[in-house]
């Protein structure tokens, strides 16, 4: 499987997400969380220019002249989010297309919005490259990655697989 924003996301966000995710067990059709943020997704894509870029094998939120927007429902793991934004404009960049990042969460149920910025500078592109060969070895392993018994596990599509 090709690495994409989602594989980049679920790494950070639980390593055990992105060997099943990235060896094409898909649970997340019938994930709660998953529906919401798509449906955020269409109702921003629907009042908004510039919205869901299909470049390859990623999909962009939003483009502008200076930043690449990436949306996301909650801000409950931002590092994760942050490294999906890096690798899109890591493939941004590598097509000549040279932006900032910002980071939108929307916190629906608190009424407030929160925006942070990021620029792909050689540090975090190095940092970038070792985390997707990690992927790589991650995805080709025989060995399923242990859960993570974290209270975010509640919520996770793959809830069930783990824990049922």
Known sequence: MRING????????????????GNRLNLEDNSEQVKIGKAL??????VSENTEIAIENIRLDKLSSEYLTEIKKSDADIEAS?????YYLSVLKLKGIERKGKLQFIEKNKGNSKIIYLELGEKEERE???????????LQS?????????GKCKKCAYYEYCYI
């Open 41 to 46: 997704h269409e109702e921003r894509a629907a």
């Open 82 to 86: 942050k490294w999906q934004l890096l």
């Open 142 to 150: 025989d060995i399923i990655p242990e859960r993570i018994n974290a």
């Open 6 to 21: 989602t594989l980049i996301n679920y790494y950070f966000h639980c390593k055990r997400q992105c060997y099943l995710h």
């Open 128 to 138: 970038l490259q070792q985390h997707i060969q990690e992927i790589k070895e991650l």
